[in-house]
């Protein structure tokens, strides 16, 4: 049954790894988006069958946004799987599992290296999605769960959260010159486009309930922009 105790001991120290890192960056990718996701992935991974390695599926949840290209360093970010050799080659000294071996920790890595947006798209542009990348449920389960935290409620919440710590306008005139960079536009850049990319059944499933969230909210935010002329009361 899962996870067994050597498997908790491992979950335990990269959860420690990862509310350390997460500290260090603003409310729209904290440790709660972490644990949020985390959920999401074990949810679509238990719901899809055959079921996909929950280990690998946890730990590349739990260390997704460690080295986000947002807060730390291109040359930090590139290399996912040096830089967390340390911690999988101390599991096995430690908890006496060997993820290395088995191969799992560069899986966990490959997942942590392709589970963004952005990441997907210049792969897809440049033709460099190829089949692992297809038909690796374990990336599959990470990637809508991550995707599905952009949308809906909380996806509105972490979207004013980051507008605010880089200091984006929320919302301006069509007429303004910084009309590209506010939070709002980040919908139609993104947000709206997630619902059609997820790739799990009951990730597509949670998508349509989040998106129509998405639709409402941008819908409401238009009207309460331009009231009409004539308020009744």
């Known amino acids: 049954m899962y996870p067994s105790?050597?498997?908790?001991?491992?979950?335990?120290?990269?959860?420690?790894?990862?509310?350390?890192?997460?500290?260090?960056?603003?409310?729209?990718?904290?440790?709660?988006?972490?644990?949020?996701?985390?959920?999401?992935?074990?949810?679509?991974?238990?719901?899809?069958?055959?079921?996909?390695?929950?280990?690998?599926?946890?730990?590349?949840?739990?260390?997704?946004?460690?080295?986000?290209?947002?807060?730390?360093?291109?040359?930090?970010?590139?290399?996912?799987?040096?830089?967390?050799?340390?911690?999988?080659?101390s599991m096995a000294e430690k908890h006496g599992l060997d993820l290395v071996q088995d191969g799992r920790a560069l899986q966990v890595a490959q997942i942590i290296d392709n589970v963004s947006w952005s990441t997907e798209t210049k792969l897809r542009k440049n033709n460099l999605w190829g089949e692992w990348h297809q038909n690796c449920v374990e990336l599959h389960c990470v990637q809508d769960a991550d995707r599905l935290d952009a949308i809906g409620a909380f996806g509105i919440l972490r979207c004013a959260a980051y507008s605010a710590a880089v200091n984006r306008p929320l919302y301006i005139p069509s007429e303004d010159p910084r009309v590209n960079e506010l939070a709002i536009q980040h919908f139609h850049d993104k947000l709206f486009l997630i619902r059609d990319r997820l790739k799990t059944v009951p990730g597509k499933a949670l998508g349509e309930k989040r998106h129509s969230v998405l639709v409402a909210f941008i819908a409401s935010v238009e009207e309460e922009f331009n009231p009409e002329p004539k308020i009744d009361v």
């Open 5 to 89: 105790a050597q498997e908790s001991a491992v979950i335990h120290e990269a959860e420690k790894v990862m509310e350390e890192a997460m500290a260090k960056y603003d409310p729209s990718h904290d440790a709660y988006h972490v644990q949020r996701v985390r959920r999401t992935s074990l949810a679509l991974a238990n719901a899809i069958s055959p079921k996909p390695d929950l280990l690998v599926v946890e730990l590349a949840a739990l260390l997704h946004d460690v080295l986000d290209k947002k807060y730390v360093s291109a040359e930090k970010a590139a290399d996912p799987y040096g830089f967390f050799l340390p911690f999988f080659t």
